[in-house]
């Protein structure tokens, strides 16, 4: 299947990733998931443009309405989301502003626009600390939160455009994992362009794509991520759509931040046909250790009673392991997830209902799955007293 590059328009694309029915990850089953994406299984497809670098996966009439289902179901909010509803939440707010101030945003923008705002928790917390107008985009039927004063964040239902943000002149725009869903990236930059005034903030959070593609996380591919960014592909959309990028956070716990600033005049980036090659190659090394990795979840588990080996990390790498390992969907190993949101859940594409962490007490093997969280989640082994079973880890190298 032959597309066309979504960043510089060239037909000069190649897939070099590729496998059969994988799920379409969509968090917890629900009776409205299970009826709406009733072809939850897709042909799974990643493709790299020779002329410019850029990575990520053709769209078909199918994916685009199984995406629009999903965006805009009431249910399409992550596992875990910013606010105060519980540890986790709490803890990617604090990143997120953790995060800021390293990028040199130390104060509160007079006003701010959020892109994906979901409740708007951030924008609540952003007027607490002194901006003076908050105004959040968000496709999903998600009631929003309040804030300090007691009044309901100004949220606005749809997806980007200038006739439904309804204002510009901007300080600041952000948008935090929803980059990688976009369709048409050029068309959602040339957007936040206009809405912002000249000289204003762009922040862009996005996967990085770059570190778990060399690394070969399963997890890198989720239909919603149309694109893969890494660090010079995101930086190549940005200067295509006249943003000069200024700061960057590369960290293999976090995502890829970049904070740009509106200048008037758009640029090509110089050296196009290098990144192609270099992508081109990336691509085919990721396809080679995601075999490696399935290849050794097979060996680890060889011999072994399905109830003596747990897959830690409810996520998309799991679900897609799952289908791509060869009679995997047939096993009954145990998942586990420290996130209490997701325990007691059953999750698309995932054989068995989560259980918790102290269910390591009861099995021989457990395999770490997440990439970005391997190292955090080993931290809260290493503290956890009298474990006796082998761990191992995906991506120690």
């Not at 496998?19 to 299984?41: Q, S």
């Not at 990688?180 to 809405?195: G, Y």
């Not at 209490?340 to 259980?355: A, C, D, H, N, Q």
């Not at 997440?370 to 009298?386: G, K, L, T, W």
Request: proline letters at 6%; glycine letters at 8%; one cysteine or more.
């Amino acid at each position: 299947m032959t597309s066309i590059c979504r960043l510089c328009g060239s037909s000069q694309t190649e897939v070099h990733f590729q496998r059969g029915k994988t799920y379409f990850w969509h968090g917890p089953r629900t009776p409205y998931f299970d009826a709406t994406l009733a072809k939850a299984n897709l042909s799974a497809q990643i493709y790299v443009c020779r002329d410019c670098g850029f990575i990520g996966l053709p769209v078909d009439g199918t994916l685009r309405d199984m995406l629009h289902d999903y965006y805009t179901s009431p249910l399409s909010m992550p596992g875990t989301t910013h606010g105060t509803n519980n540890k986790f939440a709490k803890a990617r707010t604090d990143e997120f502003f953790t995060a800021l101030a390293e990028l040199g945003q130390k104060e509160a923008p007079k006003k701010v626009l959020e892109v994906g705002c979901q409740q708007g928790f951030l924008l609540a917390e952003f007027l607490r600390r002194g901006a003076a107008r908050a105004v959040g985009v968000e496709p999903g039927d998600i009631p929003p939160t309040e804030d300090h004063q007691g009044k309901p964040i100004d949220v606005k239902r749809g997806f980007l455009s200038e006739e439904l943000v309804g204002e510009t002149g901007f300080d600041f725009a952000y948008s935090l994992q929803v980059f990688e869903h976009i369709e048409n990236p050029n068309q959602f930059l040339s957007v936040l362009h206009r809405l912002l005034k000249l000289g204003g903030k762009l922040l862009l959070a996005v996967p990085n794509e770059g570190l778990a593609l060399n690394a070969g996380n399963p997890g890198v591919f989720v239909y919603q991520h149309l694109n893969l960014f890494t660090e010079k592909t995101l930086e190549s959309a940005l200067l295509r759509n006249g943003f000069k990028p200024v700061a960057k956070i590369f960290d293999q716990e976090k995502p890829l931040y970049l904070i740009a600033e509106k200048i008037e005049a758009a640029t090509v980036p110089s050296s196009r046909q290098s990144l192609g090659d270099e992508n081109r190659e990336l691509l085919q090394r990721y396809t080679r250790r995601v075999d490696a990795k399935l290849e050794r979840i097979s060996e680890i588990a060889k011999g072994k009673p399905d109830t003596s080996v747990a897959l830690w990390g409810c996520n998309a790498a799991m679900a897609n392991i799952y289908s791509w390992g060869e009679g995997f969907r047939e096993r009954k190993w145990r998942v586990i997830d420290s996130d209490p949101s997701k325990i007691g859940v059953r999750f698309g594409g995932i054989p068995t209902v989560v259980e918790p962490p102290d269910v390591i007490q009861e099995v021989t093997d457990v395999i770490v799955i997440p990439y970005r969280a391997e190292a955090s989640i080993m931290r809260m082994i290493d503290a956890m007293p009298n474990v006796k079973a082998r761990f191992h880890r995906l991506y120690e190298d």
